[in-house]
């Protein structure tokens, strides 16, 4: 095997040991933008059910009073997710709206999060709270997010206070498509797009040359 043939043959070794990674890489999501801590055991779902995976820390400067809805039976009324959205008869706000803006899929439980009721939540000065807006669930038509939403770390923080505030008008009952989360294909990211077109560019330079080393073995044959 002569210089050449031996580059062109490393050269198609070293394409295809590199393929998988360029691929791998371009399907790989960028890191998230949400400062959850490590210490939270479900970090990565904390993460993803804010939109595109970002959330800002904030550290209350001053007791702020959030908002939680759960249902009639008090199944829900304590959890770390918390929204400023207020849903309410005086706005023409109903459960339907509470559960869709919150993306509060109902195949979730059981028993589904029906957002029956409403509670203030009181949160202390100091507490590091993370806020974003609340992504979709599956099927996106039934559970689109855009409600803003807040995430604390520890329900049973001292000076935390959890306050019924009212019921929320009964705004009936979703879609029958809705109660099951059905099959979603992953996007595909930009950078599979660049992995893809890399190996193309590569593979239009190593077979013309691998081509031409056959050629000149069959030729010296």
Same mark, same amino acid.
């Given at each position: 095997?002569n210089?050449q043939?031996?580059?062109v043959?490393?050269?198609g070794?070293?394409?295809?040991?590199?393929?998988?990674?360029?691929?791998?890489a371009? /399907?790989?999501?960028?890191?998230?933008?949400?400062p959850?801590?490590?210490?939270?055991?479900? /970090?990565?779902?904390?993460?993803?059910?804010?939109?595109?995976?970002?959330?800002?820390?904030?550290?209350l400067?001053?007791?702020?009073?959030?908002?939680r809805y !759960? $249902?009639?039976?008090?199944?829900?009324r304590?959890?770390?997710?918390l929204?400023?959205?207020?849903?309410?008869s005086? $706005?023409?706000?109903?459960?339907?709206?509470?559960?869709?803006e919150?993306?509060?899929?109902q195949y979730f439980g059981?028993p589904?999060n029906? *957002?029956?009721?409403?509670e203030?939540v009181?949160?202390? =000065?100091?507490?590091?709270?993370?806020?974003?807006v =609340?992504?979709?669930?599956?099927?996106k *038509?039934? !559970?689109?997010?855009?409600?803003?939403? *807040?995430?604390?770390? $520890?329900?049973?923080?001292?000076g935390?206070?959890?306050?019924?505030?009212? $019921?929320?008008?009964?705004?009936?009952?979703?879609?029958?498509?809705?109660?099951?989360a059905?099959?979603?294909?992953?996007e595909?990211?930009?950078?599979?797009?660049?992995? *893809?077109?890399a190996?193309?560019?590569? =593979?239009?330079?190593?077979?013309?040359?691998?081509?031409?080393?056959?050629?000149?073995?069959? =030729?010296?044959g």
């Amino acid at each position: 095997m002569n210089k050449q043939d031996c580059g062109v043959w490393l050269g198609g070794v070293a394409f295809i040991g590199l393929c998988p990674f360029v691929i791998v890489a371009g /399907q790989t999501p960028a890191s998230a933008a949400c400062p959850i801590p490590d210490s939270v055991l479900d /970090q990565a779902t904390i993460i993803t059910s804010f939109l595109n995976s970002e959330c800002t820390k904030q550290t209350l400067t001053q007791d702020t009073t959030y908002y939680r809805y !759960y $249902n009639d039976d008090n199944t829900y009324r304590f959890g770390r997710f918390l929204t400023t959205n207020f849903y309410d008869s005086s $706005n023409g706000k109903t459960t339907l709206d509470a559960i869709q803006e919150l993306a509060l899929a109902q195949y979730f439980g059981p028993p589904p999060n029906l *957002a029956q009721l409403r509670e203030r939540v009181t949160l202390p =000065a100091g507490l590091d709270v993370y806020i974003g807006v =609340a992504g979709p669930q599956p099927p996106k *038509a039934c !559970y689109p997010g855009g409600a803003t939403q *807040a995430f604390i770390e $520890n329900t049973r923080t001292t000076g935390i206070s959890f306050i019924f505030d009212g $019921n929320v008008p009964d705004g009936g009952s979703l879609p029958a498509n809705c109660y099951t989360a059905g099959k979603s294909i992953p996007e595909p990211s930009p950078l599979f797009g660049i992995g *893809a077109i890399a190996i193309i560019g590569l =593979a239009t330079i190593f077979n013309p040359a691998l081509m031409q080393s056959k050629i000149k073995q069959i =030729a010296n044959g």
